[in-house]
């Protein structure tokens, strides 16, 4: 394996991609709008569950089975294609939208294992068209179509979060201002050595909720106690593992988790998945809606959600720069040390 995907020991997997634990719930949604019967019950397992995880699955969640097999289909298609052709979206030269090989942030001193393709697909008068790949052909028009329906999935899921904070329906929606949502495709090549590096690197996702399709194949791992201990989800075939992000956790003053995640990869198959993140407004306010009896505020004074994410991304690039330190220092080490003591 090239040394620029191998991740620190602490990093690295701890539990195989195929190891699956049933702890995430998976919750129907058939009769969430059935005012006077089921919604009571749904709403409450989707509730524990952030309280507990911040992660849970959904199923019968209206999503029409042909679209998702469709943007799955052609999402896979892409991947197959040439590399020039893909190399036409190509983003890393801070192009917004397209595709790109491994990981996102600069000044990384390790890759993740994946090539991606993004859209950026709210608010809808911000679609850059010229950035989202026309092929393979109908990709544009199922990704139109998969996004609006995730959008109406992601916001029902937010009225219920607002009604159990004790608010109106709209209030976290509300919250966003003018939602903005991003669709991740994710590829994870096979890769020879999965034990030493990650499909994508441990960490919380920045916005409000986001809604995962992924195959069959196993790779998403949440951990709740800061990385002791890790579980594997179970894909689940239909369904949409929901988790909320950091805009998510404070909102809700810290009540629903911001799931800790990350992706493995695996030397038996490719795996692919799909993240439809629903983030707020840049510049919308990211304070807490409602701080319960005897609870303080979990942020000292209300940010925008631009300044939220400049301070997380400041915080990752400053580990992210200690630890590619720490690995020149120690790369610089070997080569200093005289040539009988490293073969020694
Ligand atoms: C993400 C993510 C997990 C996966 O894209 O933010 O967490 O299993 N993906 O691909
Ligand atoms: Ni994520």
């Known amino acids: 394996l090239n ?77 197959a294609l040439p590399p020039e052709d893909k190399l036409r979206f190509d983003m890393s030269g801070g192009k917004k939208g397209g595709f790109i090989v491994s990981s996102h942030l600069q000044g990384e001193a390790v890759q993740d294992w994946r090539e991606i393709v993004t859209y950026f697909s ?26 609006e329906r995730l959008m109406s999935l992601a916001c029902k899921l937010l009225e219920v979060l607002s009604e159990a904070m004790g608010l109106e329906k709209e209030s976290l929606t509300n919250a966003c201002v003018d939602m903005d949502q991003k669709i991740v495709v994710n590829y994870y090549p096979k890769c020879p050595q999965p034990d030493l590096t990650l499909g994508l690197k441990r960490h919380t996702d920045p916005g409000t909720i986001t809604l995962l399709l992924q195959d069959q194949v196993g790779g998403l791992q949440a951990t709740r106690d800061n990385g002791k201990t890790w579980i594997t989800v179970q894909p689940v075939e239909g369904a949409f593992v929901v988790n909320l992000g950091d805009h998510g956790h404070f909102l809700s003053n810290g009540r629903f988790k911001n799931a800790d995640h990350q992706a493995v990869v695996n030397s038996n198959s490719s795996r692919l998945s799909i993240a439809t993140f629903q983030n707020p407004a840049p510049d919308a306010t990211v304070y807490p809606l409602k701080v319960r009896e005897g609870e303080k505020a979990i942020l000292e004074e209300p940010i925008t959600f631009a300044e939220m994410y400049k301070r997380k991304m400041g915080r990752d690039l400053e580990l992210a720069r200690l630890k590619k330190l720490a690995k020149e220092e120690r790369d610089h080490k070997e080569v200093d040390k005289p040539v009988d003591q490293i073969f020694a």
């Open 3 to 79: 040394s620029k995907f191998v991740r620190d020991e602490d990093e690295r997997p701890k539990v195989a991609y195929n190891v699956f634990s049933d702890e995430i719930p998976v919750i129907s949604l058939a009769g969430i709008d059935d005012v006077d019967g089921k919604r009571g019950e749904i709403c409450r397992q989707i509730v524990e569950a952030c309280e507990n995880w911040g992660i849970f699955q959904v199923v019968d969640h209206g999503v029409d089975t042909n679209l998702v097999a469709d943007m799955t289909r052609l999402a896979r298609d892409f991947f």
């Open 122 to 147: 709210y608010p809808v008068r911000n679609r850059d068209y010229s950035r989202w790949p026309d092929k393979p052909e109908g990709w544009v028009k199922v990704t139109e179509e998969y996004s």
